[in-house]
């Protein structure tokens, strides 16, 4: 499955406005919040988190880094941009992680600008970011570094990494929705400012966006069911949740209802929304499934069918006709073949026009099915051409069959469009056994007895010497 072009630009679109986000983010709180120290700017909540500066630049450097990889000329020197900012990136994260891990102090915490905020509140490391913001900083940087890392098959390495730090993001803006301060407070190891965890949510998008052909948004736009059901399961089982645990902490706050009650219709809530989400989901891909097997049904009978006449096709004719001749060598059964050739049909196309001409087709094949059983194959093999199969037939029968056959094409009549005299045709028929010979023989002897019969005169019938029995050879 390959994406659209038009949804390959916009998706190009949408990764340049994200990461345009993010740069002016990290401007604004860069410049404004630390070099001219409006520290109003540094967080978007009042009384929560602000945003480091080591925070900015690494988020300015993976933004830079993400677009210079998207460079429509990426040359030698834009890949070594890429690569270099990235690599910034990731050391930030890692030097800081190392900090918290073991308890480092390498003096690049208030390298840039000191924080006189953190320090005033107490805080035990203030300038620096959180060790959920240093592992962000570690997965999106080794995911930009790895950007176009595709193996064959799977997943591609940079959309593995930016999932677990999308998810740190999400919590974070989550824990900001329902006032917990575990996630915002100034002095929580897990604080991360709204605007660093919306910026990261941003660049993990636009690193997965930035590469339409990964496995995430193959799964995600194809019209297979696992598709569908991602694309209409996926956001509601993300806002439903959310939505149904927001108006529980409403009603908690407000008195309406004690804990117990308020869990039991959060669950309750959660699941008949989910129950309803999956049976519709479920009802559009049964219904989605019922039409993919009626049209696989149309296309298995256009494989197998003409499409004027409704008979049997050439290709599928042969194959029966093989079975058929399998079935008299291997148990000594009879079995017979008729070919139809109708005599006149190109005058008739030439007098009256293609179309009669074909209503004169589709009316000698209702003669055919009329007049064999239900065990007989017929087929239109040709233009005006026709085959018969006869299981358990031998040419006596299949001789009173064609006369049968013969008499009704010759009494057909198809009213012309014109006024003028209506269409009728004659036919020619070539009769020959199966015996223990081959498919292919057969149908040649039943074809060469066809010809004699048109060499008479047509309107009649001919069977092949070989068909003949010994008497009357």
């Given at each position: 499955?390959?994406?659209?072009?038009?949804?390959?630009?916009?998706?190009?679109?949408?990764?340049?406005?994200?990461?345009?986000?993010v740069?002016?983010?990290?401007?604004?709180?860069?410049?404004?919040?630390?070099?001219l120290?409006?520290?109003?700017?540094?967080?978007?909540?009042?009384?929560?988190?602000?945003?480091?500066?080591?925070?900015?630049v690494?988020?300015?450097?993976?933004?830079?880094?993400?677009?210079?990889?998207?460079?429509?000329?990426?040359?030698?020197?834009?890949?070594?941009?890429?690569?270099?900012?990235?690599?910034v990136?990731?050391?930030?994260?890692?030097?800081?992680?190392?900090e918290?891990v073991?308890?480092?102090?390498?003096?690049?915490?208030?390298?840039?600008?000191?924080?006189?905020?953190?320090r005033?509140?107490?805080?035990?490391?203030?300038?620096?970011f959180?060790?959920?913001?240093a592992?962000?900083?570690?997965?999106v940087?080794?995911?930009?570094?790895?950007?176009?890392?595709?193996?064959?098959?799977?997943?591609?390495?940079?959309?593995?990494?930016?999932?677990?730090?999308?998810?740190?993001?999400?919590?974070?803006?989550?824990?900001?929705?329902?006032?917990?301060?575990?996630?915002y407070?100034?002095?929580?190891?897990?604080?991360?400012?709204?605007?660093?965890?919306?910026?990261?949510?941003?660049?993990?998008?636009?690193?997965?966006?930035?590469?339409p052909?990964?496995?995430?948004?193959?799964?995600?736009?194809?019209?297979?069911?696992?598709?569908?059901?991602?694309r209409?399961?996926?956001?509601?089982a993300?806002?439903?949740?959310?939505?149904?645990?927001w108006?529980?902490?409403?009603?908690?706050?407000?008195?309406?209802?004690?804990?117990?009650v308020?869990?039991?219709?959060?669950?309750?809530?959660?699941?008949?929304?989910?129950?309803?989400l999956?049976?519709?989901?479920?009802?559009?891909?049964?219904a989605?499934?019922?039409?993919r097997?009626?049209?696989?049904?149309?296309?298995?009978?256009?494989?197998?069918?003409?499409?004027?006449?409704?008979?049997?096709?050439?290709?599928?004719?042969?194959?029966?006709?093989?079975?058929?001749?399998?079935?008299?060598?291997?148990?000594?059964?009879?079995?017979?073949l008729?070919?139809?050739?109708?005599?006149?049909?190109?005058?008739?196309?030439?007098e009256?026009?293609?179309?009669?001409?074909?209503?004169?087709?589709?009316?000698?094949?209702?003669?055919?099915?009329?007049?064999?059983?239900?065990?007989?194959?017929?087929?239109?093999?040709?233009?005006?051409?026709?085959?018969v199969?006869?299981?358990?037939?031998?040419?006596?029968?299949?001789?009173?069959?064609?006369?049968?056959?013969?008499?009704?094409?010759?009494?057909?009549?198809?009213?012309?469009?014109?006024?003028?005299?209506?269409?009728?045709?004659?036919?020619?028929?070539?009769?020959?056994?199966?015996?223990?010979?081959?498919?292919?023989?057969?149908?040649?002897?039943?074809?060469a007895?066809?010809?004699a019969?048109?060499?008479?005169?047509?309107?009649?019938?001919?069977i092949?010497?070989?068909?003949?029995?010994?008497?009357?050879?």
């Amino acid at each position: 499955m390959t994406v659209a072009l038009s949804a390959v630009r916009r998706m190009l679109w949408g990764v340049r406005a994200a990461c345009g986000a993010v740069v002016v983010t990290g401007v604004v709180v860069l410049v404004g919040g630390w070099v001219l120290g409006h520290s109003e700017l540094r967080n978007l909540v009042p009384g929560t988190v602000g945003m480091k500066a080591l925070t900015a630049v690494g988020l300015l450097c993976a933004s830079l880094s993400l677009l210079a990889a998207l460079a429509p000329a990426a040359g030698r020197a834009c890949r070594r941009v890429h690569r270099g900012l990235a690599l910034v990136s990731l050391l930030l994260g890692t030097f800081v992680l190392a900090e918290y891990v073991f308890g480092w102090r390498l003096g690049i915490d208030e390298l840039l600008f000191v924080d006189h905020v953190g320090r005033a509140a107490g805080i035990a490391y203030p300038g620096r970011f959180a060790p959920t913001t240093a592992i962000s900083f570690i997965l999106v940087a080794a995911a930009l570094l790895m950007f176009d890392c595709a193996p064959r098959r799977g997943w591609r390495p940079a959309e593995v990494l930016v999932l677990p730090a999308a998810l740190v993001a999400c919590m974070s803006i989550i824990g900001y929705a329902y006032g917990i301060p575990a996630f915002y407070g100034p002095t929580s190891a897990a604080k991360m400012a709204l605007s660093t965890a919306l910026c990261f949510l941003a660049l993990n998008a636009a690193i997965v966006l930035a590469r339409p052909h990964g496995h995430l948004l193959r799964l995600a736009t194809t019209d297979d069911p696992g598709g569908v059901m991602m694309r209409r399961l996926g956001p509601l089982a993300i806002l439903v949740p959310l939505t149904l645990g927001w108006m529980r902490l409403l009603a908690g706050d407000a008195g309406v209802f004690t804990e117990r009650v308020g869990t039991w219709w959060l669950t309750a809530a959660t699941i008949g929304c989910f129950v309803a989400l999956i049976w519709r989901v479920a009802a559009r891909l049964s219904a989605a499934d019922a039409d993919r097997r009626a049209l696989q049904a149309q296309l298995e009978r256009l494989a197998h069918h003409d499409s004027l006449t409704d008979l049997f096709n050439r290709h599928h004719f042969s194959a029966e006709l093989v079975r058929a001749a399998d079935v008299v060598r291997r148990y000594d059964r009879n079995a017979t073949l008729l070919i139809l050739d109708l005599d006149r049909m190109k005058p008739v196309n030439d007098e009256h026009g293609h179309r009669c001409g074909d209503k004169l087709l589709c009316a000698v094949a209702d003669i055919m099915r009329c007049e064999l059983r239900a065990s007989d194959v017929s087929a239109r093999i040709g233009g005006d051409e026709f085959a018969v199969l006869l299981p358990e037939t031998d040419t006596a029968a299949a001789t009173a069959l064609a006369r049968r056959v013969l008499e009704q094409i010759r009494a057909c009549r198809i009213p012309s469009h014109d006024g003028a005299l209506p269409a009728w045709t004659t036919a020619s028929i070539g009769i020959a056994a199966l015996h223990a010979a081959a498919s292919e023989r057969a149908l040649a002897d039943a074809d060469a007895a066809m010809y004699a019969a048109k060499r008479a005169g047509g309107d009649g019938f001919a069977i092949h010497a070989d068909s003949l029995p010994l008497a009357s050879r």
